[in-house]
């Protein structure tokens, strides 16, 4: 109150020297009534500005409260890490977002190294970071992995910016940890199916060999069958030529015997002797030729075996006989891999391979043998083999029957242990899936963001990108093919910064495209895109070849910001009407901020304030001093808010009462 009535004295004062040189020397005559009256409208007046100036300074607290919960939600609440750090990369501020990120409680990060926090082997990239951000005082980005209080690895993009002091730098903190999971899982993915790929071209060229070579001994088996007919017609024409001169002989004999009994005699002789040489010689040539035809067909199991060795399975003949028993006639070595069993095992009995057949899977096995001996059609089944030790495998066979002279089925077929692909496959389905859920994850999260992916084929000029950059400005997919269609809508005093921004990345003057501008929408109005990209392929000889980017819709951001400009500058007026002054105090760091009406209520310079606590405790009037600091230090512990009235000496001597209303955070 008696601050106001010392104001009400100085404005009545000014006003008597402005009535005095208005009146020009010359004396109102004015009378007594007519005094009072004056004297009465003047007392109104003054009242009217009295509740104006409680009016403006009422409007004013409420918009520096609204202003400050507004800027408290926007920087506390947001999804990304704010951070301050100075030049040290020590934490000055922070919000809630960037202290989970690095697992701990806000207040305990202050002060704290950032460094600290990143990863050794990218640690380098941000200490380049901060050095070029102090230097070049332009914004700069990088990726980085934190390490936060619990040993979790986070992948960070890092954009940076020094304030315009210089002494202190921005930091924003995105948490790209999600897309470098997806980015690394799709790489594996791709690798594991180039792999299984070359592997399956590999096993079907030599299924491929395998099956020439054994066309090429069916046709020597065939070639070598024929001559052997060929001999065999020739051995009994040679034997029914022997038959006819024995007959011949027995006619001339019978013929001597009339001439002499012991000719005969001796004659007959004679043929026995020849038909026993004859018989012998004859059973020497088939022996001949059976050890022949058993040296060639050894010669041909041999090569099958060597063959049948080299493929991924085993070979075999498998018999079904009429009474319902079987055997493996033939098996090559590596039935020993797929039943656990030798050839010998099974030759006469293949109740050993029947054995090892999953329970689960015995009884089909056993109707697709039955059905494939029924209708003569080829055997194709997949089916497990579960061993002793408790080894599950996959087998997968293929097979064709024919029907023999006795009745019984025989099979000439492969098998293979199909355990690998079937895992292979199973793992290529659940790759897919997990691209297909991080895909999902990533077109939600763009979604959610606004935001939306494109590419440009620099050489030609087309582009590619999501069809939510498109509906975001109203405007159809199909229209937009070039770059050129969507350049031609950004607004005329954005568009050269825009296209030089672009010019000066392809030049490699800077890391990646980045730029705010303004785009006009199928409404007519325009809004704001934040687009950042980089060239992602270049040629030989150093020309980019292909960029891709994002996209973002900030318009509601900027025009958050627009608000808040607004609601600054009319608190900035607000506060210079009302003659209020606004302050800041970080106790931690013992640091006091002060505005310019602040050195004005207090009656000192800026350069004669060096901004602690102290150095405002000793301009306070001495009786004031205890209290005022007792009502500083329980608003600090929480025990009551701050809202206080205290005097200060100005430096000319002269005393003023103040009083002071602070939120302690």
Same mark, same amino acid.
């Given at each position: 109150? $008696? ?12 006003? /008597? ?73 020590? !934490? ?32 380098? !990239? ?17 990726? %980085? ?195 656990? %069993? ?14 090892? *057949? ?33 080894? !599950? ?48 994850? *990533? ?27 498109? +509906? ?88 958050? /910001?627009? +608000? ?10 607000? %506060? ?10 970080? *106790? ?19 350069? +004669? ?22 009502? $500083? ?7 009551? /808010?701050?809202? $206080? ?21």
């Amino acid at each position: 109150m $008696t601050e106001r009535k010392d104001n009400i004295a100085i404005l009545r004062q000014k006003a /008597e020297e402005l009535l005095k040189r208005r009146s020009s020397g010359k004396a109102l005559q004015l009378s007594e009534i007519e005094m009072l009256k004056l004297i009465h409208e003047l007392d109104v007046h003054q009242i009217e500005l009295e509740m104006q100036n409680e009016e403006l300074l009422h409007a004013k607290e409420q918009l520096a409260k609204t202003a400050t919960d507004k800027y408290a939600e926007l920087y506390d609440f947001a999804p990304s890490g704010y951070f301050t750090l100075s030049k040290e990369g020590k !934490i000055i501020e922070l919000n809630l977002s960037g202290a989970s990120m690095l697992g701990k409680e806000r207040l305990l990060l202050r002060n704290s190294r950032f460094g600290f926090f990143v990863s050794d082997n990218t640690r380098p !990239i941000f200490n380049l970071l901060l050095e070029k951000v102090f230097s070049s005082k332009t914004k700069e980005t990088c990726e %980085v992995t934190i390490i936060n209080n619990d040993n979790f690895p986070i992948h960070v993009f890092l954009t940076a910016i020094a304030i315009e002091k210089g002494d202190q730098c921005l930091l924003t903190v995105v948490d790209i940890t999600g897309l470098k999971k997806a980015e690394q899982e799709l790489i594996i993915a791709n690798k594991e199916l180039v792999f299984q790929n070359h592997e399956k071209t590999k096993r079907a060229d030599e299924l491929i060999i395998a099956n020439k070579e054994l066309a090429f001994q069916n046709q020597e088996k065939v070639k070598r069958a024929a001559e052997l007919i060929i001999a065999n017609k020739e051995l009994v024409f040679q034997n029914q030529e022997k038959t006819k001169r024995a007959d011949e002989l027995i006619i001339a004999n019978k013929e001597l015997a009339f001439q002499n009994q012991e000719k005969v005699k001796r004659a007959a002789e004679l043929i026995i002797a020849n038909k026993e040489i004859a018989i012998q010689t004859e059973l020497n040539i088939a022996n001949t030729e059976k050890v022949k035809l058993a040296e060639l067909y050894r010669q041909a199991l041999g090569q099958l075996n060597k063959i049948a060795n080299l493929l991924p399975g085993v070979v075999y003949q498998y018999l079904l006989r009429p009474d319902g028993t079987s055997c493996f006639p033939y098996a090559s070595e590596a039935i020993r891999e797929i039943y656990r %069993v030798s050839p010998d095992e099974v030759r006469e009995d293949a109740s050993g391979v029947f054995a090892y *057949i999953h329970p689960d899977d015995l009884a089909g096995v056993a109707a697709s043998i039955q059905a494939s001996a029924q209708t003569l059609t080829l055997w194709q089944h997949e089916y497990r083999v579960k061993f002793s030790d408790g080894t !599950i495998r996959s087998l997968y066979g293929n097979s064709l029957p024919q029907r023999e002279a006795d009745g019984s089925v025989l099979w000439h077929g492969f098998i293979t242990d199909v355990t690998d692909r079937l895992n292979a496959e199973k793992a290529a389905r659940q790759a897919d899936r997990l691209l297909r859920e991080n895909n999902s994850r *990533i077109d939600l999260a763009m979604q959610v963001a606004n935001m939306a992916w494109w590419e440009m084929d620099v050489a030609t000029g087309n582009v590619t990108f999501d069809k939510r950059k498109t +509906d975001m400005l109203g405007y159809s997919h199909e229209k937009f093919t070039h770059y050129k269609d969507f350049t031609v809508l950004i607004h005329l005093e954005d568009y050269d910064r825009v296209m030089d921004t672009m010019r000066r990345h392809f030049m490699g003057k800077v890391d990646k495209y980045e730029v705010e501008y303004r785009i006009l929408t199928k409404s007519g109005k325009y809004k704001w895109f934040y687009d950042i990209g980089s060239v992602v392929s270049w040629d030989s000889g150093g020309v980019p070849l292909y960029v891709r980017g994002l996209v973002l819709d900030i318009t509601d951001r900027k025009q958050m /910001e627009e +608000d808040l400009k607004l609601v600054s500058v009319r608190l900035e007026l607000a %506060v210079r009407a009302g003659g209020v002054g606004v302050w800041d105090y970080d *106790i931690v760091n013992n640091l006091l901020v002060w505005d310019d009406q602040m050195f004005a209520i207090y009656g000192i310079n800026r350069t +004669d304030f060096i901004g602690v606590y102290e150095v405002w405790q000793n301009g306070v009037h001495p009786d004031d001093k205890e209290h005022s600091d007792n009502e $500083t230090q329980m608003a600090i512990r929480g025990e009551k /808010e701050y809202d $206080t009235e205290f005097r200060v000496i100005w430096p000319d001597g002269s005393v003023h009462h103040i009083r002071a209303i602070a939120v302690v955070q």
